[in-house]
């Protein structure tokens, strides 16, 4: 029996009532009182650097020949220097349709939230990010680029959403390896 892998990344954004990220059971526990709510979940689109990336963890970052950029090759002197390391948020007011061969994060940042490393289950991997309550006010969010250590773009979305202070918002990127 021949078995393919599969990816699939998710945004999932949540509004919350404190400016804290919530993850498993303090999550639900949140989404049953009513002190958290999902407000958006949506699939992304991983770039065709970002596909090249995971190749290059697989392969413990050894070998020939390099991963290209489009127009600039790059190298990297360790494996971390391809891991996950930004999550933009922007509010582009028509932020164009991801594609396969973007190459760059959101076309107008607005924030750049702390990211928190999560692993929901032995199979998938979650970059979390808190926009706090006070903040933003009055503003909508576009979209979401998460970029390497090295600033590249690994996976892109776009989406609507208003922002007010009366709650913060989390974002989930989430990716699930399967077998398909």
């Known amino acids: ?47 065709d650097i970002g596909l090249s990336m995971i190749s290059r963890i697989i392969g413990g970052n050894a070998g020939l020949p390099q991963v290209y950029h489009p127009t600039t090759p790059f190298g990297f002197s360790s494996i971390t220097d391809i891991a996950v390391a930004k999550m933009e948020l922007g509010n582009a007011a028509v932020p ?46 576009t979209e979401e680029a998460l970029l390497l250590r090295n600033g590249q773009l690994f996976a892109k979305t776009r989406f609507s959403k208003a922002k007010t202070a009366s709650f913060a918002l989390q974002f989930d990127h989430k990716f699930t390896f399967s077998r398909i």
């Not at 599969?6 to 049953?32: H, M, P, T």
């Not at 750049?112 to 808190?130: C, K």
């Open 1 to 47: 029996m021949r078995e393919s892998l599969g990816i699939v990344g998710e945004l999932r954004v949540i509004r919350l009532s404190d400016d804290r990220l919530l993850f498993g059971d303090d999550l639900n526990r949140a989404l049953d009182a009513g002190q958290a709510q999902i407000e958006l979940e949506q699939k992304n689109i991983i770039v």
């Open 96 to 141: 164009p349709v991801p594609a396969a061969g973007d190459t760059t994060g959101v076309g107008a940042l607005l924030f750049t939230p702390n990211l928190t490393v999560t692993y929901p289950d032995n199979f998938s991997v979650q970059f979390s990010g808190l926009v706090p309550k006070a903040d933003f006010d009055g503003e909508t969010f």
